[in-house]
């Protein structure tokens, strides 16, 4: 069964402090890999998409990585619009329609 | 501009009632989901369509219905046969890579916050 595990579970940063936020995974050969941004009582919003180790995407002060087991989102110098909760989701090849979606890291930043 | 309604924002459902949550899309998307979202676990797929009258299970159906008489449409509705129903729901779409044949992230809607009064 393909799991996510994120974390932290909650991260609260100084304006300007740059940290990263962790997705662990195991999947039955990995199709893809997404980070959402999801604000409260919103939708998500997708951000990025990983599908083979060694690559990254970069947008704004975001930047996401990813490796046989894990992946990052690094924010960089993050500002208080950058507070939200970011999800991580899986697709194997099990199941041509399976997403497996992590539980989530509560991001807030303090001005 | 293109995207997901979901309708309505917030609902509220009496015991033995069954209520239905909107979802259309103009993105042309082919495909559209429908996800439960509970406090500390992750969105859980209850019902998708890859295809106009066409639609699989997921894996929570039980106690929900959908239909897909039209590409932009997808209701879910949320039986009295699902016993706990208080939940914030999800409605998606994607699209699908034709020449890589890779998966693409969801364009989700903006969710319809269920409560059992």
């Known amino acids: 069964e393909d799991q996510v595990t994120q974390s932290p579970e909650a991260l609260r940063l100084q304006e300007g402090e740059s940290s990263s936020l962790n997705c662990s995974y195991t999947?039955?050969?990995?199709?893809?890999l997404f980070w959402y941004r999801q604000d409260p009582g919103k939708g998500p919003e997708f951000l990025f998409t990983?599908?083979?180790a060694g690559e990254e995407k970069e947008k704004e002060r975001l930047k996401a990585t990813l490796t046989k087991k894990e992946s990052f989102l690094h924010i960089t110098a993050p500002k208080p619009e950058d507070s939200a909760t970011y999800l991580c989701a899986v697709q194997g090849l099990r199941g041509y329609q399976k997403v497996t979606f992590g539980t989530g890291t509560k991001l807030q930043v303090i001005p | 501009d293109g995207g997901i309604t979901q309708s309505p924002k917030y609902l509220f459902r009496k015991e033995g009632q069954n209520v239905t949550l909107s979802c259309e899309q103009n993105?042309?998307?082919?495909?559209m989901y429908w996800y439960r979202q509970d406090p500390g676990q992750g969105l859980r797929l209850i019902y998708y369509s890859q295809i106009v009258n066409d639609f699989q299970k997921g894996d929570i159906a039980e106690g929900y219905s959908v239909s897909r008489e039209k590409k932009e449409s997808f209701p879910l509705t949320v039986t009295s046969a699902q016993k706990n129903p208080t939940a914030f729901y999800l409605c998606?779409?994607?699209?699908?890579?034709?020449?890589?044949?890779?998966?693409?992230?969801?364009?989700f809607g903006s969710g319809t916050r269920l409560t059992v009064v």
């Open positions: 999947v039955s050969g990995l199709r893809g």
């Open positions: 990983l599908y083979s």
């Open positions: 998606a779409s994607k699209n699908r890579d034709t020449t890589f044949d890779r998966p693409l992230g969801y364009t």
């Open positions: 993105l042309n998307h082919d495909a």
